[in-house]
């Protein structure tokens, strides 16, 4: 079982910054691969990016290309959403994910565990 705690959010004018962190027990960590998705209100949730176990490889929404980072430090267990250059249109929670399967860069529905989510408000 992994549990996920996210952090991070909050109000930002557009334009700012935010870096979430979501912190994952267990020993195991180094084995999943992450991902962060995010939900606005009365809209699906977004695959907005996802890491590797090792770290190597990354993907991203084509609209966060550019502007956001994932990152992820094992010896912490935590993974990390660097956001820049924040806009309106970014509100939504943010949920991180967890793949216990280890896929390089899973499907979005490949995740088997997740986060209660952190607010993000970009106002403008």
């Known amino acids: 079982q992994v549990q996920l705690v996210e952090s991070g959010g909050g109000l930002v004018q557009a334009g700012g910054s935010l870096r979430l962190s979501c912190a994952a027990s267990g020993r195991t960590f180094s084995r999943y691969a992450m991902g962060w998705f995010r939900q606005a209100p009365g809209k699906e949730r977004e695959y907005v990016a996802a890491?590797?176990?090792?770290?190597?490889?990354?993907f991203y929404k084509d609209s966060v290309k550019g502007r956001f980072t994932i990152s992820r430090d094992n010896a912490k267990n935590t993974v990390y959403l660097q956001m820049n250059s924040l806009k309106p249109e970014d509100t939504a929670v943010y949920y991180c994910?967890?793949?216990?399967?280890?896929?390089?860069?899973?499907?979005?529905?490949?995740?088997?565990?997740w986060g209660q989510g952190t607010q993000v408000t970009v106002s403008s």
């Open positions: 890491i590797g176990v090792g770290g190597g490889r990354t």
């Open positions: 994910a967890a793949d216990s399967k280890g896929r390089n860069l899973p499907q979005s529905y490949e995740y088997d565990y």
